[in-house]
């Protein structure tokens, strides 16, 4: 019997997600899944997934934070406790080809659910499971992204130099974590299709965002050096950073001489490019607080849009400090369709481009257990 949740052509269809995941950074993965064809099953306790109750802002009632990571799929209400429940949890993970949990290291096995009782019922699944930090002495930590964002270091690099540290505007740990989760399980899925065996696959909030802290992280281990807070200015390339004009700020970007030669053009200042002080990244980048007045004096003339239209036309990287709405409109104003209905839900659309199988947006954000008859049925018929 075809799971009734699967997209007809997309490049994950036939594949059934037992999403025993709450909250972000699982729920994000499986939703780029889901989006791609995957029969996504998400399975919520009494209570449902805690971001339900993460309000406002809400949308005719249900939270928009939940809304955001949790179409495409369809839910089965299951107390793990009830024996009855329990043994219905069972058999979807049986017959799952992925399981994604997100439970603190070990909260599964008195219910039957973790890898090695999984696998042993499953040779094939791909099992992944996510913690906050990883499986061995950080296993009893609780894995919030806020923490991480402190633990890791990222909030030592977010805000002025003189202020206090700051976390992002986004819990960017959970979403690269729930990225770093989709690339594992493609990655196993990909080894199961030449051994015919299941993997487990295990990424922490932790070592997902150390990767994600890039060059900032590289410099550590790399450079012996340890970034500290600079605004918005950037360690290693100037400019690169909002500068103000006569309305507001424009982000100023040369990441390379090409680039700053033409900066100096469209400012009226092509003097800058050749001055010795500012004629290569590192001498402007040493030279920064000597070149930065240069800059805002120019930039102050004209308004943020005049020096968007300037920059544009001359390809300058480059561009307005916008809201969150102006950047949706933004991107509809490029063609890129950022918005898609789902179920009657507008939702921001999945990022990833296929020439034959593009994403499916098939139903919007189950209620809790919408889907509890299908999906038993569904099992009872395997």
């Given at each position: 019997?075809?799971?009734?949740?699967?997209?007809?052509?997309?490049?994950?269809?036939?594949?059934?997600?037992?999403?025993?995941?709450?909250?972000?950074?699982?729920?994000?993965?499986?939703?780029?899944?889901?989006?791609?064809?995957?029969?996504?099953?998400?399975?919520?306790?009494?209570?449902?997934?805690?971001?339900?109750?993460?309000?406002?802002?809400?949308?005719d009632?249900?939270?928009?934070?939940?809304?955001?990571?949790?179409?495409?799929?369809?839910?089965?209400?299951?107390?793990?406790?009830?024996?009855?429940?329990?043994?219905?949890?069972?058999?979807?993970?049986?017959?799952?080809?992925?399981?994604?949990?997100?439970?603190?290291?070990?909260?599964?096995?008195?219910?039957g659910?973790?890898?090695?009782?999984?696998?042993?019922?499953?040779?094939?699944?791909?099992?992944?499971?996510?913690?906050?930090?990883?499986?061995?002495?950080?296993?009893?930590?609780?894995?919030?992204?806020?923490?991480?964002?402190?633990?890791s270091?990222?909030?030592?690099?977010?805000?002025?130099?003189?202020?206090?540290?700051?976390?992002?505007?986004?819990?960017?740990?959970?979403?690269?974590?729930?990225?770093?989760?989709?690339?594992?399980?493609?990655?196993a899925?990909?080894?199961?299709?030449?051994?015919?065996?299941?993997?487990?696959?295990?990424?922490?909030?932790?070592?997902?965002?150390?990767?994600g802290?890039?060059?900032?992280?590289?410099?550590?281990?790399a450079?012996?050096?340890v970034?500290?807070?600079?605004?918005?200015?950037?360690?290693?390339i100037?400019?690169?950073?909002?500068?103000?004009?006569?309305?507001?700020?424009?982000?100023?970007?040369?990441?390379?001489?090409?680039?700053?030669?033409?900066?100096?053009?469209?400012?009226?200042?092509?003097?800058?490019?050749?001055?010795?002080?500012?004629?290569?990244?590192?001498?402007?980048?040493?030279?920064?607080?000597?070149?930065?007045?240069?800059?805002?004096?120019?930039?102050?003339?004209?308004?943020?849009?005049?020096?968007?239209?300037?920059?544009?036309?001359a390809?300058?990287?480059?561009?307005?400090?916008?809201?969150?709405?102006?950047?949706?409109?933004?991107?509809?104003?490029?063609?890129?369709?950022?918005?898609?209905?789902?179920?009657?839900?507008?939702?921001?659309?999945?990022?990833?481009?296929?020439?034959?199988?593009?994403?499916?947006?098939?139903?919007?954000?189950?209620?809790?257990?919408?889907?509890?008859?299908?999906?038993?049925?569904?099992?009872?018929?395997?």
């Amino acid at each position: 019997m075809t799971p009734p949740g699967t997209a007809d052509n997309g490049p994950l269809s036939g594949l059934v997600v037992a999403d025993f995941s709450r909250i972000l950074a699982g729920p994000y993965a499986t939703m780029m899944l889901a989006d791609l064809g995957a029969d996504v099953i998400k399975v919520e306790g009494p209570g449902g997934d805690d971001t339900r109750t993460w309000t406002p802002p809400t949308r005719d009632g249900e939270s928009t934070y939940y809304l955001g990571v949790n179409r495409n799929k369809r839910s089965i209400a299951l107390d793990l406790a009830d024996p009855g429940d329990r043994a219905v949890a069972q058999r979807l993970a049986a017959r799952a080809d992925v399981m994604v949990q997100n439970f603190r290291h070990g909260g599964l096995e008195r219910f039957g659910l973790d890898h090695e009782a999984v696998r042993t019922a499953n040779p094939g699944v791909v099992y992944a499971s996510i913690t906050g930090f990883g499986s061995g002495d950080g296993a009893g930590l609780p894995g919030y992204d806020l923490m991480v964002q402190g633990i890791s270091g990222l909030m030592s690099l977010t805000g002025d130099a003189d202020g206090p540290p700051m976390r992002a505007g986004v819990a960017v740990c959970d979403v690269i974590t729930g990225l770093h989760a989709a690339v594992g399980i493609l990655a196993a899925l990909q080894r199961r299709a030449v051994t015919g065996l299941g993997e487990h696959v295990e990424v922490d909030l932790l070592s997902s965002t150390l990767s994600g802290l890039v060059n900032q992280s590289s410099a550590v281990v790399a450079g012996g050096v340890v970034p500290s807070r600079m605004g918005n200015a950037h360690p290693s390339i100037f400019p690169y950073n909002p500068l103000p004009t006569a309305d507001g700020h424009i982000i100023v970007i040369a990441a390379n001489d090409g680039q700053f030669a033409t900066l100096a053009e469209v400012l009226g200042r092509p003097g800058l490019a050749t001055d010795p002080r500012f004629a290569t990244n590192a001498d402007r980048t040493a030279n920064r607080d000597e070149l930065e007045p240069h800059l805002v004096d120019v930039l102050r003339t004209r308004t943020t849009a005049e020096w968007f239209e300037a920059f544009r036309a001359a390809g300058l990287p480059g561009g307005p400090v916008h809201t969150v709405a102006e950047g949706v409109a933004f991107a509809e104003s490029l063609g890129l369709s950022p918005v898609v209905d789902v179920g009657g839900v507008p939702s921001i659309r999945n990022p990833i481009g296929l020439d034959t199988a593009a994403a499916s947006y098939r139903h919007g954000p189950p209620s809790i257990g919408q889907h509890d008859a299908e999906i038993r049925a569904w099992l009872a018929d395997g």
